[in-house]
């Protein structure tokens, strides 16, 4: 799969489907997810209604840059930090992360996008919109959030499965784990 350097030094793994010249459908995942969790069959579907589809791994996730010198965030404290008020020092923002997506779209030379985005890749995709709403032709945040500080946090043993490690190592701890 190609990959594109954006101006910020980040690497971005991506792949498109369907006729560059259809409307842009942006599709960013969630935490940790790769671009494959958009399934290979749902954007041939989608490239097939005139979407010219665009997949991507966030940094951090898959085959785009990594952040090993940051080490592995512990997102429980971090997130019970925040809501107590303390500032979180994160390697790099919800932000940073919405400014790659419309690097994306920038190095593809595309103005303006329906963008979609799942769980993280939702607030991902609404931080888009904030920050560039005329590159947005439309916007689907789906099992996503605000991220409003004044939100309820989730349940802390949801978060505990979510965020914790296999069991078992390897391939089939995580297939088990998910």
């Not at 350097?5 to 935490?31: K, Q, R, V």
């Not at 749902?42 to 665009?54: D, E, P, R, T």
């Not at 990594?66 to 404290?77: E, M, S, T």
């Not at 103005?111 to 769980?119: I, L």
């Amino acid at each position: 799969m190609p990959q594109l350097s954006l101006p910020t030094g980040i690497t971005i793994e991506y792949e498109t489907f369907g006729n560059a010249a259809d409307p842009a459908l942006l599709l960013i995942s969630g935490f940790s997810a790769q671009l494959t969790s958009w399934h290979e069959n749902l954007c041939k579907l989608f490239a097939a209604q005139n979407f010219h589809v665009i997949r991507f791994d966030n940094r951090a996730a898959g085959l785009s840059t990594r952040f090993a010198h940051a080490g592995v965030p512990n997102l429980l404290w971090q997130g019970f930090r925040t809501h107590l008020g303390f500032p979180a020092a994160p390697a790099y923002s919800l932000q940073d992360m919405a400014l790659d997506a419309l690097g994306v779209l920038d190095a593809l030379h595309l103005t303006r996008a329906h963008v979609v985005g799942m769980s993280m890749g939702g607030m991902i995709a609404q931080r888009v919109a904030l920050h560039a709403p005329h590159r947005v032709a439309s916007l689907c945040s789906i099992m996503s959030s605000s991220g409003a500080p004044d939100l309820p946090m989730p349940d802390a043993k949801v978060m505990q499965l979510l965020l914790g490690k296999p069991a078992r190592p390897g391939l089939e701890g995580a297939i088990d784990h998910t």
